[in-house]
């Protein structure tokens, strides 16, 4: 990680708009993860979604997005509300390779238990070039389903230290 200090997570408020929406991953990245603009947007619809700009101190590095589908009356299919789901995920291109992203996957899984849930959801982009190992790498298993073009993985929470 920078010198910037540690990874801090802020609910998103007006005045971070500019600097979330000016955030980009790689362009060839682009495809496995939805831009912060359409996530900011479609979050205001989406029943039980929480949305936090990622800091290191002043510098806005990336934007995660969760949802509790308990709160959902109108579920679709594929929502589970017996487990949390990391939406949305994105570390900014000139951020990438400090260890942002598992830090980022630690508070997901952190903010999971706190929700009190036992599992943790998620989609990855049915690509080649997917991140899907990173998540491996994690302990997610795919389950099989594919919704929306994304691959379905879970993660059983371990109990919190």
């Known amino acids: ?4 200090g540690a990874l801090i997570r ?3 408020r007006r005045a971070h708009l500019a600097a979330l929406f000016a955030l980009n991953v790689r362009p060839d990245q682009r495809d496995l993860v939805a831009s912060n603009v359409k996530t900011l947007a479609e979050a205001a619809y989406e029943e ?7 800091w290191l101190g002043e510098k806005p590095v990336g934007l995660m997005a969760m949802v509790d589908f308990r709160k959902a009356t109108d579920l679709l299919p594929g929502d589970d509300p017996t487990a949390a789901y990391l939406w949305r995920l994105m570390i900014a291109a000139d951020s990438q390779g400090q260890g942002l992203g598992r830090t980022a996957l630690g508070m997901a899984i952190d903010t999971a238990r706190d929700w009190g849930f036992d599992r943790l959801k998620l989609g990855v982009a049915d690509l080649d ?18 919704i929306d ?3 379905m993985m879970t993660l059983a929470l371990p109990p919190k230290a």
Do not use: C, K
């Open 10 to 12: 802020l609910p998103v």
């Open 48 to 54: 039980g979604a929480q949305v936090w700009g990622l």
């Open 129 to 146: 070039h997917s991140n899907i190992g990173f998540y491996r790498r994690f302990g997610f298993q795919e389950t099989g389903e594919v």
């Open 1 to 4: 990680m920078t010198g910037q």
């Open 149 to 151: 073009g994304d691959r």
